[in-house]
């Protein structure tokens, strides 16, 4: 049914994103599927908000994004049989998400969401937008009670 499935992760979050994480793998593994798992390092939004940051910075928190994912992925193998890679974006997380399951071809995104506060029915999170925007299906893992 599904066979390229995208998991965006929050490093800051691990717990979070070990969970999301383990449901996709065993996704893949009942599907045969591959699996991307990628993080998103923001952009800054307004240039202004750039020049508070020192030279170079975004350049540094990519490669620190790469390294922090990659530590991640080696902590937490996936099944025998799944392969699983990669990938750091840079720019707006909900964006970013959905332009990188459309190079992969992905057909399936797993995401977490947290539990919905009001500012988020007014706002949305990311979470949110991706359901309503993306042209995968998208499986939202919520956090544990």
């Known amino acids: 049914m599904f066979k390229r499935i995208l998991v965006p992760v929050d490093l800051a979050e691990p717990a979070v994103s070990e969970r999301t994480l383990t449901v ?6 009942k ?28 350049k540094s928190a990519i490669a620190g994004a790469q390294v ?13 049989g799944v392969p699983v890679k990669g ?10 998400i959905m332009k990188v399951a459309d190079k992969l071809d992905c057909d399936l995104i797993v995401m977490a969401s947290h539990r919905p ?24 893992v919520r956090e544990a009670r």
């Not at 591959?34 to 910075?57: E, H, R, W």
């Not at 007014?122 to 995968?136: E, F």
């Open 31 to 58: 599907y045969g599927a591959a699996v991307d798992v990628m993080t998103v390092v923001p952009s800054y939004g307004m240039a202004i908000v750039g020049g508070g940051f020192p030279k170079n910075f975004e």
């Open 117 to 140: 506060a009001l500012k988020d029915y007014l706002l949305g999170p990311n979470a949110a937008r991706v359901v309503r925007h993306a042209r995968q299906s998208v499986f939202v």
């Open 87 to 96: 990938h750091v974006a840079h720019g707006t997380i909900y964006d970013e």
């Open 24 to 29: 996709a793998t065993e996704m893949a593994e």
């Open 68 to 80: 922090a994912l990659k530590e991640f992925l080696s902590a937490h193998q996936a099944p025998t």
